[in-house]
């Protein structure tokens, strides 16, 4: 699970205690990129004080998104020699820029799902008929920091592309709330540990 923007691998991963799956690892990665504002915080790519999603990105947020989406791939590429998991099994997660980075570069990787929390996506999403992992989308519906319209955007892209997506709209703002960990845990359930037939 991807953290985000100031935040650290710490602040996401206090949650792997709330979900009651002990037959999963759980692995919670830093962002390459010192956070401005905070000696502790990282950060996947700058957001500047004025953003606004939609907006073009800058060269430097480009050129610093460029470096953590290499550095991520290179990343879960080798987890399966860590961890005897291969991606088709793997499930990329992440909360806000984190759900930003899971978009860009898990729709390109063979992973068994993606969980964005918060989220929202920064470049036009292409799906690989071949990959295509289910998509679970959560949103608060006053979220202050990342305007719900993000998680429409996303939501009607990858269902035009025939992404499977499930989708949730909540009472509540920029935030994981207890009822958001009970549906990571009902889709993490249903995609990996399908009851057998």
Do not use: C
């Not at 550095?71 to 080798?78: A, E, I, P």
């Not at 996303?154 to 992404?163: I, P, S, V, W």
Request: charged share 15%; proline share 10%.
């Amino acid at each position: 699970m991807l953290h985000g923007w100031g935040a650290n691998a710490a602040d996401v991963a206090a949650l792997s205690g709330y979900l009651n799956l002990p037959q999963l690892q759980f692995f919670f990665p830093n962002a390459p990129h010192p956070f401005p504002y905070s000696p502790l915080g990282r950060m996947w790519y700058d957001l500047p004080p004025d953003y606004r999603f939609g907006d073009a990105p800058t060269q430097t947020q480009l050129d610093q998104l460029q470096q953590s989406r290499d550095r991520l791939v290179d990343y879960l590429k080798s987890l399966e020699a860590t961890t005897g998991v291969p991606l088709d099994r793997t499930i990329l997660a992440g909360f806000s820029q984190g759900g930003a980075m899971t978009l860009d570069v898990g729709l390109d990787l063979p992973l068994a799902a993606l969980m964005v929390l918060s989220g929202y996506a920064h470049r036009p999403m292409v799906v690989s008929p071949d990959r295509s992992p289910p998509v679970l989308l959560v949103h608060g519906q006053i979220d202050q920091v990342v305007p719900l319209q993000a998680a429409h955007q996303a939501r009607e892209q990858l269902l035009a592309q025939g992404t499977s997506v499930q989708y949730h709209e909540l009472n509540m703002g920029h935030e994981i709330q207890p009822i958001v960990l009970k549906l990571m845990q009902s889709f993490i359930e249903e995609t990996v540990f399908p009851p057998e037939s």
